[in-house]
């Protein structure tokens, strides 16, 4: 995520600069920095570890520092801890670049030994450093300015970013470049503004330029040129803006929920990335070795609420690729059991903040009994990823909204990978089943991208859910783990009781519940499963119940049993939860909507427990 804000004309930049990263902070809060000209001289660059006031504080809220050239960022870790040498901006060895990066450079250890080859030394753990260095490196091969440099830098790195950049020879000037990372750039009265995402700019201007995949713009004071990437000049629309403040940071969504849950595609996608490397899963940070993973016959997966049941559908996953036995875990009940820990096993905790009290203590717990330990978290830095012996950072970014939705999917991701990454180690499936499912699990994002344009549906239906009472999940299988996230949606945010159980059970108890009118929400996409499932929606229909089915395309049998039904593309059974959660995720969101409830805020709870 990360936010950037650059400025460059007439009055002070600090202030401006600061201004527009605290509209900025919900994209990143690990650390934050700036570097301003003034003129002629050198650019003074302030970093701070922490959240932006830090910062504010540092800089007396930007009056200690001068110029009226700037460029200014708000980090969320990716590569390398939050600290103050990691903090952006960062610049050449001599200081003749300086920039600022949003996005993942997938190929940087590439590119970081062939610059460390040419003379470059690298001071930060982060991609960022890197393609500074290698936009320095054509600057002064080729001598041909910022414009050209930028571009021969951009065919280079392979990844996501939006990039500020500023040149010593250029004083005044902001040089801007992206591919697949947003970016607006302002103007308003001989001044000119660069911004990821259009709160940091609101209050200065609404005429903006949006800058488009793989080109570059050249700022200076009023004034924006943009080039494509063959460095040629290109002609732009000047937009006007007419979101208020609030709806802009939300990026015109009415919450940040449903940002959040339409940003799954572009997060999915980086976590994938960020371990998959010319088409194999390489978890190159890990110290957990291809014999190790041999060796291992017992994994513990340990979680709290939403991280649990990613755990529940990815012990699902993991006992179908491989022989290892899996438990998943309440990490509440984990931490006070009095049980023995299998030797060469293996405890993965998930967690989103990665500072959830009773999976640290989980964590703190196994590792005292000499077990090995792997996290899977948001959070660079955090407890857990300190702590576990390996970490898995998922690349959601922050999170506002207290209901999870884009932090679920990415673990969930997570998990396939690993799972995929110890068969093969194991030599447990076929190099043939491990490429297709490389290839199939590449297709989520486009996918999730497909059903989100259908989003309308479940809102119709929703809306006749508003003043229910109850309601019941059921599945089998992965289904089943899927129908336990999707009870949880409608609980916790529109506060409807609703229950999740195995298909399979409701004759063993709770179809004493169903009457006339009692929703129940049926989950088939185990084509092993879904005939059993249909069976038990029947069973509930004869009762009384209003069914609404969720299946893959081609099933359209259930629409025989079903009152409503909702279809998510095909695609390997192991991976349908990744797409089947996104219906269910709206259906809570809209009803709670329906109901006119603080969607981002539900009563009672909070976004990290760091309490017992």
């Known amino acids: 995520m990360c936010g950037i804000v650059g400025f460059t004309g007439r009055k002070q930049a600090a202030p401006v600069l600061l201004s527009g990263l605290s509209k900025l902070e919900y994209r990143g809060y690990d650390s934050a920095g700036i570097a301003v000209r003034d003129g002629d001289k050198a650019p003074e660059v302030v970093k701070a570890k922490g959240k932006l006031k830090v910062l504010i504080e540092k800089t007396n809220e930007g009056a200690a520092v001068k110029g009226s050239c700037g460029i200014g960022h708000t ?32 190929n940087y250890q590439e590119l970081k030994e062939k610059l460390t080859k040419s003379g470059y030394t690298f001071c930060s753990q982060t991609d960022t450093e890197v393609a500074v260095k290698l936009i320095d490196y054509y600057f002064k091969k080729y001598a041909l300015g910022p414009v050209d440099s930028i571009a021969r830098a951009m065919m280079r790195i392979r990844g996501s970013y939006a990039l500020a950049v500023m040149f010593k020879d250029y004083p005044g000037e902001i040089y801007t470049a992206r591919k697949d990372s947003p970016m607006i750039i302002g103007i308003a009265d001989g001044e000119t503004y660069v911004a990821s995402d259009v709160p940091a700019i609101l209050n200065y201007t609404r005429s903006v330029y949006y800058i488009g995949n793989l080109e570059i713009a050249r700022l200076a004071e009023g004034k924006a040129t943009f080039y494509n990437i063959d460095r040629e000049e290109i002609e732009k629309p000047l937009t006007e803006i007419k979101w208020d403040a609030e709806a802009a940071e939300k990026g015109g969504y009415e919450h940040f929920m449903l940002k959040e849950i339409h940003e799954q595609p572009e997060v999915i996608k980086n976590t994938i990335n960020s371990v998959l490397k010319d088409g194999e899963v390489k978890f190159a940070e890990f110290d957990l070795s291809d014999e190790e993973m041999k060796s291992i016959n017992q994994i513990y997966i340990v979680a709290c609420g939403s991280a649990y049941h990613v755990g529940m559908a990815m012990q699902y996953v993991m006992e179908e690729l491989t022989s290892i036995n899996v438990r998943v875990e309440l990490a509440s009940e984990f931490r006070y ?46 407890s857990i990823a300190r702590e576990a012996d390996n970490v898995f950072y998922t690349l959601a970014g922050p999170e506002i909204s207290v209901a999870t939705t884009k932090a679920y999917s990415t673990q969930l991701v997570a998990g396939y990978l690993l799972s995929i990454q110890f068969a093969k180690a194991r030599g447990e499936i076929t190099d043939e089943r491990y490429n297709e499912l490389i290839t199939e699990i590449q297709t989520l994002p486009s996918k999730i991208a497909k059903i989100l344009e259908d989003k309308e549906r479940i809102q119709w239906y929703a809306n006749k859910l508003v003043n229910i009472k109850d309601a019941f999940f059921i ?24 229950e999740a159980y195995a298909a399979g059970e409701l004759k063993h108890g709770p179809i004493s519940l169903i009457e006339d009118g009692t929703v129940v929400i049926g989950v088939l996409t185990q084509p092993a499963l879904y005939e059993k499932t249909v069976s038990n929606m029947v069973e509930v229909k004869s009762r009384g119940a209003s069914l609404m089915g969720l299946t893959t395309y081609g099933n359209y049998s259930i629409e025989d049993t ?18 089947s959660v996104i219906p269910l995720q709206l259906l809570g969101y809209y009803v709670s909507v329906g109901k006119g409830y603080d ?6 709870l909070a976004k990290s427990v760091t309490v017992e």
């Not at 969320?76 to 993942?104: F, Q």
């Not at 959830?356 to 330990?373: H, P, Q, V």
């Open 75 to 106: 980090r969320w870790a990716t590569h390398g801890e939050p600290s103050e040498l990691n903090a952006h901006p960062h610049s050449s060895d001599d200081e003749n670049v300086i920039a600022v990066h949003n996005g993942i450079i997938e």
């Open 337 to 382: 059991r009095k049980m023995s820990l299998i030797k060469n096993s293996l405890v993965i905790i998930i967690s989103q903040s990665g500072e959830t009290a009773d999976s640290l203590a989980a964590l703190r717990e196994a590792k005292e009994n000499g077990i090995k330990t792997l996290g899977i978290v948001n959070v660079v830095g955090s």
């Open 475 to 498: 599945g089998r299988g992965i289904d089943y783990a899927i129908s336990l996230e999707g009870s949880l949606k409608m609980k916790e945010i529109s506060y409807i009781h609703s």
């Open 562 to 579: 079903s009152d409503f039904t909702v279809y998510v593309p095909q695609t390997d059974p192991l991976f349908a939860g990744s797409l």
């Open 599 to 604: 969607v981002d805020k539900p009563r009672n």
